[in-house]
């Protein structure tokens, strides 16, 4: 059976921005291949995963959240085109 792909990983009762998304999630929300996506995390384009496990990574719902609502406008953008 696989991993689901949504974590919540906060206490009840906590926001649902403060869940965890994994990689399918993520790029079902953002479509960008797998190494575009990592490519642009390279490049301080999108934010920085989570680390989750000893090989495994989410990223916050708030941080990709913003990325869809704002377009990169995060921390560690850089400023050209």
Same mark, same amino acid.
């Given at each position: 059976?696989?991993?689901?792909?949504? $974590?919540?990983?906060?206490?009840?009762?906590?926001?649902?921005?403060?869940?965890?998304?994994? $990689?399918?999630?993520?790029?079902?929300l953002?479509?960008?291949?797998?190494?575009?996506?990592?490519?642009?995390?390279?490049n301080?384009?999108?934010?920085?995963?989570?680390?989750?496990? $000893?090989?495994?990574?989410?990223?916050?719902?708030?941080?990709?959240?913003?990325?869809?609502?704002?377009?990169?406008?995060?921390?560690?953008?850089?400023?050209?085109?």
């Amino acid at each position: 059976m696989s991993e689901p792909i949504l $974590l919540d990983r906060t206490s009840h009762g906590e926001s649902g921005d403060d869940r965890l998304l994994r $990689l399918n999630e993520v790029l079902k929300l953002i479509p960008v291949s797998k190494s575009s996506w990592w490519k642009g995390i390279e490049n301080g384009i999108y934010p920085e995963p989570v680390k989750i496990g $000893l090989k495994s990574v989410a990223w916050r719902y708030r941080d990709i959240k913003q990325l869809l609502e704002h377009g990169i406008s995060l921390d560690n953008r850089s400023n050209g085109p």
